[in-house]
């Protein structure tokens, strides 16, 4: 019987490894090791939970609740996939991920309790979600940029809002930073907008040479 239970922890950790490798592939935070060792220990608490309590004596008033092992998992994985999402710069980051690290416990679950065909299936839809639709979103809807540059003085600042706003892109944070060396000033510019995903690398090639006079720090 345990070789049926070593299969599952197997079975899990090939659907929890091919989602770890798309995440990896895209250089997010939590990878193929990441989602596997989830999927593995989900596998193995959900087979814990099932029959690691066989030699408990049951009688006819009192049953074990086998969820309760199963629920904790739930719980738990919420830990590790808050250690995955970032707040930086008025933007959250990682959501994807942390959900990619909870939708993994629950496929390590289901090969746990020996519902492959479900488990191989919610990996395929998730591998769906992720891959396939991440192009397709790329070229519509919109995203949001953050953009810092130094200027050497107020006209190249103006020249830059000046091109933003012919190009229809409302400013949704803006900042702007006097530096002072001496005789020397420039000033060092903060600003967040939504532009097309479409468009998004055209409007970085744009900023990057039809503008002189600024040196772009950051744009992303």
Same mark, same amino acid.
């Given at each position: ?28 935070? &939590? /990878? ?5 060792l989830?999927? +593995?220990g *989900?596998?193995?608490?959900?087979? @814990?939970?099932?029959? #690691? ?38 933007v ?6 942390? &959900? /990619? ?5 629950a496929?390590? +679950?289901? *090969?746990?309790?020996?519902?492959? @065909?479900?488990?191989? #299936? ?26 810092t540059f ?5 006209e ?10 012919k ?8 900042s ?8 020397k ?18 409007k ?7 503008l ?9």
């Amino acid at each position: 019987m345990e070789y049926e239970y070593l299969l599952r922890i197997f079975v899990a950790a090939l659907l929890g490894g091919a989602i770890g490798l798309e995440r990896e592939y895209r250089a997010k935070e &939590a /990878g193929f090791r990441t989602h596997l060792l989830v999927a +593995m220990g *989900s596998a193995l608490f959900m087979i @814990l939970s099932f029959h #690691g309590f066989d030699g408990v004596l049951v009688t006819e008033n009192h049953r074990l609740d086998v969820s309760r092992i199963a629920a904790q998992v739930v719980s738990g994985i919420g830990f590790i996939g808050a250690g995955t999402i970032i707040f930086q710069r008025h933007v959250v980051r990682g959501l994807t991920t942390a &959900a /990619g690290l909870w939708v993994t416990a629950a496929i390590g +679950m289901a *090969s746990g309790a020996g519902l492959y @065909l479900l488990a191989v #299936g919610t990996m395929l839809f998730v591998l769906l979600g992720l891959e396939p639709m991440n192009a397709l979103l790329r070229r519509i809807g919109y995203r949001n940029v953050e953009l810092t540059f130094h200027a050497k003085d107020r006209e190249t600042i103006n020249q830059v809002l000046n091109m933003l706003k012919k190009d229809k892109i409302r400013l949704s944070a803006y900042s702007m930073t006097e530096n002072k060396e001496g005789e020397k000033h420039n000033y060092t510019v903060k600003m967040e907008f939504k532009v097309s995903r479409k468009t998004y690398q055209d409007k970085v090639m744009k900023l990057m040479t039809d503008l002189d006079g600024i040196a772009v720090e950051n744009f992303e």
